[in-house]
């Protein structure tokens, strides 16, 4: 443990929360946890704390060493901007962002103060009442100011994590993959939950969970190419047909399933499984 190091926590939800489960766990001395109305202080006298009607702190016990924003993006800046405004020696700070989106750049206003700033992103989905469990095994991603950087990785492998240091540009890419795989994976099942509601199906995500997570397996064992399969990995037009015409009027779905569909066509190209005659026809098909 980094037992010199005292923990402090802006934002209580569900990140938050699992850091604080972490830190408590471990042992650290969590000096303070903010939400929006009110602060808990803490001391090394165990059971001891003041809990204090406030939003920012004022004096130097109300702030650890290492300060975690877990925060919502559109908030990080501008909270970055009120304590750097209060006369804290901040030259002996470490701040720490939990933004997937934002880089340390985020906190420049605290850098100017003297502070190291980084940014540390868990690549997992949180919820409340999620503990410390949710950190193992994933990786968190780690950019910013390098002294800081070495002991955040001490901190992440501590949470049975894998840390991983990279650019603020790579960060923005992570995030933006990391979107589409898990937040859009659920609207694309909500357009098959509701195809199959709306035939009366009412067993739809029961029907296709077994489908769904085979299809994760393959991809996690085999890779993504190889893992493709359905009409368009065979050249099937008329199934791919078929379904545009069941699609009918429902042009969103319609748009939905040629998008996805000519994905699925470049992946089926990549593995050479079809001739320049049927893949013009799926372009064809897909761009009406």
Not at 53 to 82: C, N
Not at 95 to 111: M, R, T
Not at 163 to 172: C, D, F, H, S, Y
Request: with cysteine.
């Amino acid at each position: 443990m980094i037992e010199q190091y005292s923990i402090t926590i802006i934002g209580r939800g569900a990140l938050g929360s699992a850091l604080f489960d972490f830190f408590n766990e471990k042992s650290y001395l969590i000096r303070s946890v903010w939400n929006k109305k009110q602060v808990e202080i803490r001391t090394k006298v165990e059971g001891s704390v003041d809990v204090l009607d406030k939003h920012l702190p004022t004096e130097e016990r109300e702030m650890g060493d290492l300060i975690f924003l877990a925060v919502p993006d559109d908030q990080i800046e501008l909270l970055s901007d009120e304590l750097s405004r209060i006369p804290i020696q901040w030259e002996k700070r470490f701040i720490i962002h939990c933004s997937g989106n934002l880089s340390s750049d985020a906190c420049s206003s605290l850098k100017k103060c003297g502070a190291k700033v980084a940014a540390m992103h868990p690549i997992q989905t949180f919820n409340r009442g999620d503990g410390m469990q949710r950190f193992r095994d994933i990786y968190v991603t780690l950019e910013g100011d390098d002294a800081l950087i070495s002991i955040l990785i001490l901190i992440v492998k501590q949470m049975g994590a894998k840390p991983l240091k990279i650019t603020a540009e790579q960060k923005r890419v992570i995030h933006v993959a990391a979107v589409i795989a898990s937040n859009y994976m659920v609207s694309l099942l909500h357009v098959s939950e509701s195809l199959l509601n709306d035939a009366g199906i009412s067993e739809s995500l029961d029907i296709i969970q077994p489908l769904v997570f085979q299809t994760v397996q393959n991809i996690f064992e085999k890779g993504v190419k190889e893992s493709l399969t359905g009409p368009i990995s065979r050249g099937d037009i008329q199934s791919v047909k078929y379904h545009l015409e069941l699609l009918g009027k429902d042009k969103h779905t319609r748009e939905i399933y040629k998008l996805l569909g000519s994905e699925a066509l470049v992946i089926a190209q990549k593995n050479q499984n079809l001739d320049e005659k049927i893949i013009n026809q799926f372009l064809a098909l897909f761009s009406q």
